[in-house]
């Protein structure tokens, strides 16, 4: 079975983790906000997140901005192992990349 990088947006939580379907990643499906694919840069520990799941549509960069900014980032859907505090993490438009973990170009929900 082939593994791919993959993420989910669940509830608050964004799960990242190798796996052949999105789908796989998932608790409870009405959570789900969207997902997409990774890559890691292991010289300087950065997640670079882009596109979209082909099972639930893209994850929009505010909702994985919350997620990251309240430190809810997990390498298994189970959210037990939470990798927010040991990488920091990017998102590529397309057209440019944005630096998640300084979020001041968008507002956080309350």
């Known amino acids: 079975m082939p593994f791919n ?4 947006i669940e509830g608050e939580n964004l799960i990242i983790a190798n796996c052949e379907f999105h789908h796989q990643l998932v608790n409870e ?10 890559k890691l840069d292991r010289e300087t520990s950065t ?5 979209e799941s082909f ?4 994850a929009s960069i505010e909702d994985i901005a919350l997620c990251i900014s309240k430190g809810n980032v ?6 037990i192992n939470n ?3 040991d990488y920091s993490f ?5 057209t440019e990349i944005l630096n998640l973990n300084k979020t ?7």
Do not use: E, H, M, Q
């Open 5 to 8: 990088r993959k993420f989910i």
């Open 29 to 38: 499906k009405k959570y789900v906000n969207g997902g997409g694919w990774w």
């Open 47 to 51: 997640f670079t997140l882009y596109g």
């Open 55 to 58: 099972d639930f549509g893209a």
């Open 74 to 79: 997990f390498s298994n859907k189970y959210c």
């Open 83 to 85: 990798i927010s505090k």
């Open 90 to 94: 990017k998102y590529d438009t397309g």
């Open 104 to 110: 001041k170009w968008i507002t956080l929900p309350k």
